[in-house]
Nanobody, 121 residues
Framework: QVQLVESGGGLVQAGGSLRLSCAAS????????MGWYRQAPGQQREVVAT???????NYEDSVKGRFTISRDNAKNTVYLQRNSLKPEDTAVYYC???????????????WGQGTQVTVSS
């Protein structure tokens, strides 16, 4: 069974920094894409940042220059360094992966349970 486990969420003051981590485990053959989404109360889930196996990185416009996504391929782990946090960054952050596992033997989406990030003013 593939699992994505997030860590690093919590409460932080506006202007502060926080780093999220997500480790993928299970019978993983290859990972095409890993990244982060977030969902604020009453809002739809939106993409924050993604990184592909080829090294392509994409950021949502509002986080460019403040957030940095990186990954450790050997550990199947993706990180999100978040600086200059704003109250509007408050949301549940979800780790995302598009990968191939032994069961099922096809590429598909996987999601973590989510970690709450609250930015106070």
């Amino acid at each position: 069974q593939v699992q994505l486990v997030e860590s690093g969420g919590g409460l932080v003051q506006a202007g502060g920094s926080l780093r999220l981590s997500c480790a993928a485990s299970g019978s993983i053959i290859s990972i095409n894409t890993m990244g982060w989404y977030r969902q604020a109360p009453g809002q739809q889930r939106e993409v924050v940042a993604t990184t592909t196996s080829g090294g392509t990185i994409n950021y949502e416009d509002s986080v460019k220059g403040r957030f940095t996504i990186s990954r450790d391929n050997a550990k199947n782990t993706v990180y999100l360094q978040r600086n200059s946090l704003k109250p509007e960054d408050t949301a549940v952050y979800y780790c995302y992966a598009y990968l191939v596992a032994l069961r099922p033997l096809r590429t598909q989406d996987y999601w973590g349970q989510g970690t709450q990030v609250t930015v106070s003013s």
